[in-house]
Structures are given as structure tokens and as C-alpha cells.
T-cell receptor, first 109, second 111 residues
């Protein structure tokens, strides 16, 4: 199965943009790229997903590399409520998502 | 709107006891359903997924099983719990091309 790799942790200052990277070098052409975030003792929350083009929603933006082997989740203006573990995943073409260990994002006031 | 219900929120069970966790989805039909487990401080491990009634795929061999008796009901079971079954169990649903929606989870402690 293809794998995603993310940095274990990142820090960012409050009210600044955050760029969370993810590598998915073995992604296939029909696989979607998903991002979720998880607060302690809660289920993961959907953030955004995309296939080839960059995507924007009220929570974040997703920038997908032209070769689709990497992507970046962009939080435009981080708040303390954005502190969470962020998971990048791909669905391997059959709607079955597997998750890595994610990136723990710390927001510094 | 679609919602997902998962219960109980917490559970403490002795080793060797049976387990039954239930998940139901409202507001959609024929969803894909999933059971994940998260050990303390770890990532999410896919245990089972189902694309329809009675159709279960197992990702990890273990003493857990899953069933889907109705379109929007997914059950995780065990006949005899092990200490290693402790963890945070999450149910999720999805439809093709859409993101996953997770339940609030069940924290299981096997003692």
C-alpha cells in the first residue's frame, strides 16, 4: 500500500499562516488526498480533500503538487483552536483510508 | 443532515469478557462504514470496512470481528477481550468522493 509521510510535529505562531507538508510518492492517478485533524479524546474531523487541483474551503486550503507526490495543507491564519494532530491520507482508489501518525501542530500565543 | 452515533463513550471490561460496540448512521443510504482503533499516543489503525450489508473486509487479523446487519448499522465484537484490545475505537462513514465522518469514539480499557 502507498504510504504518507509527515513531520512528527510543527510549531507556529498565532495569527500566522501554517503550511503542513505531506509526501505520498506512490499515489496512483485516481486516489484522493484527504486531510483530517484530531483533538485529544475526540474523533478526527474532516478538513479538506482533493484530487488534482488546489482546493479551498472555509477551514483551509490544499495545495497539490503537479506530480501529486506531495501536498500541503495551508491554514491561513492559525488560532489556538487549530492546535491538533493533522493527518494526511490517501484512499488508494477504493475509499479505504489509512492514516499515518500525523503532525502534532502547536500554536504559540 | 448526516449524523453518526457511536456508543458507549467509555467502557471498562475485564480480560476474557465479550465486547459489542455499535455504530449507526443517519441521513444517508448505503454508506461505506469503517472501524478504526487508536492506541494511546498512536495513529489510526483501520480494523474493518464494509461497502454493504453483510460485506465485511478485515484489515488486521485479531480476536475482533465486525458485522453489518443493516445498511446503516455497524457492530464491532469480540468473544474474549485481551489487554492489548484497549484503545480508542472510532466508527466512520463515507461516500465515494466525499470525506469521512467520524463518530465521537469509545474509549475501551481492558483490565
Amino acid at each position: 500500500d502507498a504510504k504518507t509521510t509527515q513531520p512528527n510535529s510543527m510549531e507556529s505562531n498565532e495569527e500566522e499562516p501554517v503550511h503542513l507538508p505531506c509526501n505520498h510518492s506512490t499515489i496512483s492517478g485516481t486516489d484522493y488526498i484527504h486531510w483530517y485533524r484530531q483533538l485529544p479524546s475526540q474523533g478526527p474531523e474532516y478538513v479538506i480533500h482533493g484530487l488534482t487541483s488546489n482546493v479551498n474551503n472555509r477551514m483551509a486550503s490544499l495545495a497539490i503538487a503537479e506530480d501529486r507526490k506531495s501536498s500541503t495543507l495551508i491554514l491561513h491564519r492559525a488560532t489556538l483552536r487549530d492546535a491538533a494532530v493533522y493527518y494526511c491520507s490517501t484512499n488508494f482508489g477504493n475509499e479505504k483510508l489509512t492514516f499515518g501518525t500525523g503532525t502534532r501542530l502547536t500554536i504559540i500565543p | 443532515s448526516q449524523t453518526i452515533h457511536q456508543w458507549p463513550a467509555t467502557l471498562v471490561q475485564p480480560v476474557g469478557s465479550p465486547l459489542s460496540l455499535e455504530c449507526t448512521v443517519e441521513g444517508t443510504s448505503n454508506p461505506n462504514l469503517y472501524w478504526y482503533r487508536q492506541a494511546a499516543g498512536r495513529g489510526l489503525q483501520l480494523l474493518f470496512y464494509s461497502v454493504g450489508i453483510g460485506q465485511i473486509s478485515s484489515e488486521v487479523p485479531q480476536n475482533l470481528s465486525a458485522s453489518r446487519p443493516q445498511d446503516r448499522q455497524f457492530i464491532l465484537s469480540s468473544k474474549k477481550l485481551l489487554l492489548s484490545d484497549s484503545g480508542f475505537y472510532l466508527c466512520a462513514w463515507s461516500r465515494l468522493g466525499y470525506g469521512y465522518t467520524f463518530g465521537s469514539g469509545t474509549r475501551l480499557t481492558v483490565v
